[in-house]
Each structure stands twice: as C-alpha cells, then as structure tokens.
C-alpha cells in the first residue's frame, strides 16, 4: 500500500515505529524545513512522559503499552539520562490535598529535558530514514486531504491508498479546511484552558519537587469552574510562545542549566454552551487583549498581592522573573481576564496555601495569558482510508497519548490489511 503520513510529530513517530518493518510505502510530509528545525513536532520542549490513565487523552491505551513507548524515547536519547518520580503515589501528600477540597491526579512521570529532546528526535529520525520503505518530504505544507473513490487525494494532486493526519495542533489550518468539506466530522467542540502561569522560588515547593516533581491537582472552586495545575517545572524557565496573531505564555525545565524558580500553570476550564460555540475564537481574543495591553509580542507579569487586590504592578521585589525581561510588561491581568476566571485562579491559590505555605507570597509572579486549546473531536469512522490521529484528532494532549494512537492505528491497519 502506498501510504501518507502528514506531520512528523509524536503520533506520526507511533505509527511509523509500527509500519517501518513492512513493505508498505510511507511518504512523511513535514511542513518544517528539515529535521533540525525549531517548528518540527511538539516533541521539542520539556518532554515530560507519563504514564497514567489519568490524564493525557481520551483514548483508552493500557499502561504497559504507555511504558513501553516511555522506554522507546528514553532509548533514542543513547544514554538513558532522565528523572523521573511518582505523583501522589504516598497517602500522606494524598491526603493532605484531598483534606483541602483538591483532587490529586496519580501518575509515573519520566523527563527528558528541552536540551535532549533534539537528539532524541534526530536519533528517531535516522532510523526510520534509513529503512527502504520510508521516504521523508520536508518543507511542504499540506493545505487539502480528499478521500475519493477509495483513494486519498492530497493537495489535490498525490494520490495514496491510504493516509493518516498527524498535523497536531499546530495543523489546524489543515483540519479546518478539511471539516469544511466535511463538517460531519466534527463530534465536539466545546472547551478551553485559560489561566496563569506561577512563578515562585524553590524553596516553597522544595518538599513537593523532591517527592514527586510534577503534582497535578484539580479544583472545583466557589465559582463552579474547575481549576487544576499544569505542566510543572522544578527549577525551570518561563517562556513564550508564539501563535502567529498572538502571543501566550509556557515553561519548561532542563536536564542540566538549572534556574532557582520553580513554575506552574494554574488553568480554568471553560465549556461554552449553545448557542456559542467558539471556544478558540473566545481564547484568541483574551490572548490578543492581554498583547494589547502589554504591547507588541509581549506578556503582562504580575506580583500575586497586585494580581488579587487588581492593581498594576509597578516593581517586583524579591522573586527574580526567568522570562527574558524583553518578553513582559509590568500591569494588570484583570484589565485582560473575565471576572470569573480571575476569581477562580485566586481562590485556587489562596486555597492552595493551607496545603503549600507560602504560595500566596505577596510577591510570588503571574505571567498572563496561558491558554490551553483543544481541538475539535473528530469522528474518526467517517472514512475507512483516512484517519485522524494523535493532537488534531481532539483525542490526546500529551506526547505518549499521541504516540499510542499513532501506534494503536497503525496496529488497526496491519490486522485489517496485513
Ligand atoms: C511548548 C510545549 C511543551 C510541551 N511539553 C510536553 C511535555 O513535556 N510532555 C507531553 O506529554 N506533552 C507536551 N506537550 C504536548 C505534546 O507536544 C503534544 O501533545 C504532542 O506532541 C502531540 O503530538 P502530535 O503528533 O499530535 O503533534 P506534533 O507533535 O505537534 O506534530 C505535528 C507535526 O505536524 C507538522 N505539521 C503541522 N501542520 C502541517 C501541515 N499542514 N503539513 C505538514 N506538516 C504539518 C508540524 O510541523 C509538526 O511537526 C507540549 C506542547 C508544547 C507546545
């Protein structure tokens, strides 16, 4: 079979792992311009794997299978190098949060580093390179994917038996134009991540690092909204991230450059309802508002004590900001942020406080805006040849749930076609 894979990220990584033994013909399409790139794969940054069943996607993908492919990335790093720890695996640290109205989320995590994904990535590429099969095509774009007539048409020119769309969600102009064909496809739509990223010395979170270094909480706050923690990195950086129209922001941590703070997103989740149903437009336009006001390609930063009483902050005092100081601006995020969202990151850190002392500090910092997006759910039985998978497929969020489900359907294709 003559076969596309479009994108070269995590979910195209589990598939190709799977079919790079057959005879099947693979054509990888990369919109980036080769393998060293700053835009390929959501594989660039932190690299956190977990294994949980707990979060990370929608799909079902058992443990041991997320631990094997955990191991698969640890062995293309060539040296093993990695830590790793157990979220909420004590009763005590259990307890202490479930005793506060938190729900503590139970995970194994492994982290690579920033500073080793690139190897990591290379080495994966170099050997999928060097099969006969498997041919790769950087710097094009895919704008058009039409299942016609049993074949699939791509960029209405290259015809394949079969193809799968691995664009995460960096690709969702492609997703877009292709649920505009067939808008069918499209089973959910509803949800968005808005909130703050946290930056605060490691000394007040030193105990939680060292006993688990990620801790994912949620929150069922007095406004109703659910609030949970995100992505947290021991002795990490603040960075941000560029969308094209607007700007957010992230963190990461390193194996070795270590930085004395520690940072976390504190996210609300947001489900709109009939007959609104825009949740990306809604996230965009708080995003822009907040570079609006901080001006060009900027984000607002703020002391917590300002961020709560809503005024702007002048000076920072004694908690030293890992953002590039060219990347901020000193203000405040109310004159950004809903009512609602606001009041629910406050109560979430004020709360937070009586399991963690000194996470309110007055001049602990909030870097604004941190928006997660989810992509819209696809249905992905609409078409036998042509399939969704990993991030754009609106069913996974983390890079082992991407490459399960790269790895899951590739699994499907063999025992369907052989
Ligand atoms: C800054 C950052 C940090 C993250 N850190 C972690 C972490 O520590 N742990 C974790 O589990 N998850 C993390 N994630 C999420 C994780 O990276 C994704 O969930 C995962 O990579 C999704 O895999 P994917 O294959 O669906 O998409 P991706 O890995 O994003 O790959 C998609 C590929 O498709 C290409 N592409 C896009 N559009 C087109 C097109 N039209 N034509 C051709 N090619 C195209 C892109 O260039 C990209 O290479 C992070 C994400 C970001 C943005």
Redesign the pocket.
Known sequence: MKIAV???????IGFIEIMKETDHEIHV????KDIYSS?????R??????VSKEM?GNIDVDLKLQKKLVDYYIDKSGNGEVETGKSFKTKDYYEKFYAHGFLPVRSDFYHLGTDQLKQVLYNIFEDFKSRKNIHFHFS????SVKSLNGQVIINEKEKFDYAIV??????H??ITNITKDSPELIIYNKKIDLGIRYEVPDHIVNELNSEMYEFKVKYKCKTGYMVRTF?NNPSGYVVT?HYGDFVTV?G?AKLKDKSTNTNFAILTTVELTQPFNDPTGFGSYIAKLSNLLAGDEKVILQTYAKFRDSKRTKHLYRVKPTLDEKKYILGDINLAFPRRIIESIIDFIDNLDNVIPGISGEDNLVYAPEIKFYSNVLDNSKFHNLKF????SGL???????TAH?YITGKELLNEFG
């Not at 835009?39 to 594989?43: E, P, V």
């Not at 094009?140 to 704008?143: F, P, R, W």
């Not at 998978?389 to 754009?392: A, L, S």
């Open positions: 479009i994108g070269f990220g995590a979910a195209a399409f990369e919109k980036s835009s390929i794969s959501g594989i940054a932190d690299g956190k794997l977990f990370g094009q774009t895919i704008e691995a664009v995460g969600r960096s690709g102009k492609l992505c991230e992230n990461h998978v990993g991030d754009c996974t969020r983390s890079i082992i749930y991407a790269g």
